[in-house]
């Protein structure tokens, strides 16, 4: 289905209806010059405000360590529901998520909530686990209650040019999902160029994904500006072949407030103000959503407030 | 849309107040504008012998700033005596070492008052105080680093030449980048041992002045720089002065040509930077997205004011449409305004005149038959304003295809092969820049062996530094500024002693 012929750019994707999608090239140089420029845009005030207010809708708060039990798992959902507890304007966050054996205290904790349960499935992070155990996953999780799946691309099929496989796995993972929404996870940082990092994306895209996503947040080398606009790139041109919209999902070391609204600048400016829903654009984290915390109450009080006043999980 | 999903009411305001990017002004207090000026010489500031003075104005409100003096030909002959003066007391004799802690001083000097240099700069001038913060102040200190590194290596310059510095020089500058352009010309002048008669562009004089306060700051012999404002003809009585050795100028081809008319059979050194009417060659191959920003900040960068923009875009005709469309989509994105606002992308016109003069090429080309485009962009009530503006329906010869518009306007033709591309890049008396997108490699090198012109960008365009010459062939001027390259026209060539 993939043909590789002429310039790197000529790569045809087909999509399981058979219709070919058109991948086209990126270059670097110039790629990272416009997301340094875009991350840098100065958003003061009311911008900064309303910006800190709708990156807190669009985050996925998330915990994947070994280590997590139900006891954490509850009190990130009730971080979730309520970001500051002093505050109650602050509005809830998208998601939370979790490892699948922990989707179901996660489900009980929001039931009543606008917060959807999120899962990563499909042998989270590495994805070297067979397509069957894998598509197992996904459908345990969802019937656990997960209204939303984060699969990993297969990097393995990709990097070694077996193109069809990876585009399979994922229609076939987006079948297994039903009703719940489809996140793909690239793992950008494992993809070694722009170039890999749009074709991943088009796959992705072009086999059934609800949204694409950078990384798993086990790697240094996470989401980042360049990164973000070859992707949000990526799915402006999809649209524009295909006439489907898909939602974008930035994880991995995004930890500030400046750092979200730099990425909010990159999709403002790159898909235009309709893709800043959440249903169209994540931000995949943790700790970023103390620190929006902070800043908001900067806003109101004009005070800094100290890190260890806000609840942790 | 296929998939149009539901959206919050609030979400939608959320994400139309965050985009909007409330304004974020860069404080002007930073600078403190004297309300009149006098010329530097001899390492004072002085009133002009006649006494005459024009206003400077601010472009992006049409206020005044300052009273800048008017220097003739009686302040001419004054600055250069004072500049022969320094090279003969010491300057060219100096050690080289010495030479070369002057000018890192200098450098590291514009580093520390950087702000206050971009601020002053976007006042003066009008350009988005984006580009005088992060391009033309830290590629002026990289100027002033780079040929101070220079001051004690000369003999190894030149491979079998010997080196000793020429004397006077004579630096007309521009008023597009007026302190990136003084360092281009002091910087390697100095560090080559010469002594430095500097004319600023009459409505950007503000920022060379200050220069003047940051030599004197970095105590420099008096005399090593003079600053002797005014307009054309003082330019033009420092240009013909005969106690000038070189005459360095940037500029407009009609006044290069009248300088290299004066300077010629006189014996003394000339160079040129003149006007550019760019070439852009996009493929169809190329990375579209890349290409359009490639394609923004070659016209719109600093309105358009740039020598080497890449005003005539030529683009492969399978993909015209669709570039196109994506340009004015792009176009939509620029915003227009307060060169203040960190968030500002095109700033004001640098002048009444220049925007009289674009707007007359903008007309001129309507009524030519040409299809004009501009985006949609708010303009503030008061100050010199223009739309980032594309031109199309064009056949090649209308004016604006053939002049240089130095202003936010791109004209647009096709191709169709890499012959009639060339041929139609090189369809110019100028050959200052070009640039070309595609992914395949050999044909970059097949396209840049035969664009006409002094400096080829593939792949990116604008991108300057210190170590790499800078000029341009036919009539966009000869010599080269900046590099090894450069040096070589300050420096007076003989050949070693074996």
């Given at each position: 289905m993939a043909t590789l012929a002429?310039?790197?750019?000529a790569l045809t994707i087909e999509r399981p209806d058979g219709q070919p999608v058109h991948v086209g090239p990126v270059d670097a140089f110039a790629l990272e010059t416009r997301a340094k420029r875009l991350a840098s845009r100065s958003v003061k005030r009311e911008s900064k405000r309303a910006g800190l207010l709708l990156a807190t809708t669009c985050i996925d708060l998330t915990t994947l360590e070994g280590g997590d039990t139900p006891g954490k798992v509850r009190a990130l959902c009730a971080r979730a529901t309520r970001p500051d507890p002093d505050d109650l304007t602050v509005p809830p966050v998208a998601a939370v998520c979790v490892y699948p054996a922990l989707v179901a205290v996660a489900r009980e904790a929001l039931q009543g909530t606008s917060v959807r349960v999120a899962s990563v499935a499909?042998?989270?992070?590495?994805?070297?686990?067979?397509i069957d155990e894998r598509l197992h996953e996904i459908r345990a999780a969802v019937a656990d209650g997960a209204d939303e799946i984060d699969i990993v691309l297969n990097r393995n099929a990709l990097l070694a040019g077996r193109l069809e496989v990876v585009r399979d796995e994922v229609a076939a993972s987006k079948e297994a999902c039903g009703h719940a929404h489809l996140k793909t996870i690239l793992?950008?940082?494992?993809?070694?160029?722009y170039e890999m990092i749009r074709r991943a994306s088009f796959i992705a895209m072009a086999a059934g994904s609800d949204m694409i996503k950078?990384?798993?947040?086990?790697?240094?080398?996470a989401a980042t500006p360049p990164v973000a606009l070859c992707m949000a790139e990526a799915i402006r041109d999809f649209e524009q072949q295909t006439g489907e919209a898909v939602g974008l999902k930035l994880a991995g070391g995004i930890r500030r407030s400046k750092q979200a609204l730099g990425y909010l600048a990159i999709i403002a400016e790159t898909?235009?103000?309709?893709?800043?829903?959440p249903e169209r654009f994540r931000l995949g984290a943790s700790s970023l959503l103390n620190d929006i915390v902070l800043q908001l109450r900067f806003q109101t009080t004009g005070r800094y407030g100290r890190p260890g006043d806000l609840p942790v999980d | 849309m296929t998939t149009a999903r539901s959206q919050t009411g609030t979400g939608e305001n959320l994400a139309e107040t965050f985009s909007e990017y409330v304004p974020s002004v860069e404080a002007r207090d930073i600078v403190s504008i004297k309300p009149r000026y006098g010329l530097l010489i001899g390492g004072e500031e002085r009133e002009p012998l006649q006494g005459g003075a024009f206003a400077t104005i601010e472009?992006?409100?049409?206020?005044h700033l300052a009273e800048i003096s008017e220097g003739t030909q009686a302040d001419v002959d004054e600055a250069v005596a004072a500049a022969r003066g320094a090279f003969e007391a010491g300057w060219r004799d100096l050690a080289p070492r010495v030479r070369a802690k002057y000018i890192f001083r200098l450098a590291r000097l514009i580093q520390d008052r950087a702000r206050e240099l971009a601020v002053l700069e976007s006042i003066d001038g009008g350009k988005p105080i984006r580009e005088s913060r992060d391009i033309d102040i830290p590629l002026s200190a990289a100027h002033f680093f780079y040929h101070a590194g220079w001051a004690d290596k000369l003999e190894y310059a030149v491979p079998g030449m010997r080196t000793a510095p020429l004397g006077v020089m004579g630096q007309i500058i521009p008023w597009n980048f007026p302190v990136l352009m003084a360092a281009w010309k002091m910087a390697p002048a100095l560090a080559c041992g010469n002594t430095v008669v500097l004319k600023p562009a009459e409505t950007t004089s503000l920022t060379a002045l200050l220069l003047g306060e940051i030599v004197q700051e970095a105590d420099?012999?008096?005399?090593?720089l003079n600053i002797v404002t005014g307009a054309g003809e003082t330019g033009a009585a420092l240009a013909a002065?005969?106690?000038?050795d070189k005459v360095a100028f940037t500029g407009s081809t009609a006044v290069g040509k009248k300088i290299a008319r004066q300077v010629a059979g006189t014996g003394r050194r000339l160079t040129l930077e003149l006007g550019g009417k760019g070439a852009h060659v996009v493929f169809d191959d190329a990375a579209l997205d890349q290409a359009i920003e490639g394609i923004v900040d070659a016209i719109f960068f600093n309105q358009g004011h740039v020598?080497?923009?890449?005003s005539r875009l030529l683009v492969q005709e399978g993909i015209a449409d669709h570039l196109l469309g994506r340009l004015k989509q792009r176009m939509e994105l620029l915003r227009v305004g307060?060169?203040?606002?960190?968030?500002?992308d095109v700033g004001a016109i640098n002048s009444h005149a220049q925007l009289q003069r674009i707007t007359e090429f903008v007309e001129g080309a309507e009524s030519e038959g040409c299809a004009i485009h501009q985006s949609g962009a708010p303009l503030p009530e008061r100050g010199f304003w223009f739309r980032p503006t594309l031109v199309t329906?064009?056949?090649?010869?209308e004016r604006i295809a053939r002049e240089?518009?130095?202003?936010p306007v791109l004209t647009v033709q096709t191709f169709r092969t890499e012959a009639e591309a060339v041929a139609k890049a090189n369809a110019t008396r100028y050959g200052l820049s070009a640039g070309v997108w595609t992914e395949k490699g050999s044909r970059i090198l097949w396209m840049t062996q035969r664009l006409k012109a002094g400096v080829v960008w593939a792949n990116t365009f604008n991108q300057f530094d210190a170590a790499s010459p800078f000029g341009g062939v036919r009539e966009s001027g000869f010599g080269r500024e900046g590099g090894r390259q450069g040096l070589e026209e300050y420096l007076q060539l003989e050949p070693a002693a074996k």
């Open positions: 002429g310039a790197p750019g499909g042998s989270f992070p590495a994805g070297q686990a067979s793992e950008t940082g494992e993809l070694g160029s950078t990384s798993t947040g086990k790697l240094p080398s898909l235009g103000t309709r893709w800043l829903t | 472009p992006s409100s049409g206020d420099l012999p008096p005399g090593v002065h005969p106690g000038v020598c080497c923009a890449g307060d060169p203040l606002d960190k968030n500002t329906g064009l056949g090649g010869s240089e518009v130095f202003g």
